[in-house]
């Protein structure tokens, strides 16, 4: 059974750091992408960015390059999304998921974590 938790969520000032990190069970990372997401309130659920471990490829919305890295540590099956100058807009649940697919849209994945919060404070 594939399994996502995720940790590291809370509240942040802007200008500020947090680093997610997203513990993955039932599958074996180098078959799959695997990525971060957000949902703000009234809004739909966007990627964030993602990772696919059998090429290194790798995927950023155009609102966190440069501030955002994702980086995945296949032996421990865990993933992490290093978010430096967070700015109120970061403010969302953060969710991890999987897929066999190769992209970053929402609709291609197919298993999700239960997201964890991050709120950035002005």
């Known amino acids: 059974e594939v399994q996502l938790v995720e940790s590291g969520g809370g509240l942040v000032q802007a200008g500020g750091s947090l680093r997610l990190s997203c513990a993955a069970s039932?599958?074996?990372?180098?078959?799959?992408?695997i990525g971060w997401f957000r949902q703000a309130p009234g809004k739909e659920r966007e990627g964030v960015s993602c990772?696919?471990?059998?090429?290194?490829?790798?995927y950023y919305a155009d609102s966190v390059k440069g501030r955002f890295t994702i980086s995945s540590d296949n032996a421990k099956n865990t993933l992490y999304l290093q978010m430096n100058s967070l700015k109120p807009e970061d403010t969302a649940v953060y969710y991890c998921?999987?897929?066999?697919?190769?992209?970053?849209?929402?609709?291609?994945?197919?298993?999700w974590g239960q997201g964890t919060q991050v709120t950035v404070s002005s």
């Open positions: 990772i696919r471990s059998s090429d290194g490829s790798t």
């Open positions: 998921a999987a897929t066999m697919g190769y992209g970053c849209a929402t609709y291609e994945y197919d298993y």
């Open positions: 039932g599958f074996t990372f180098d078959d799959y992408a």
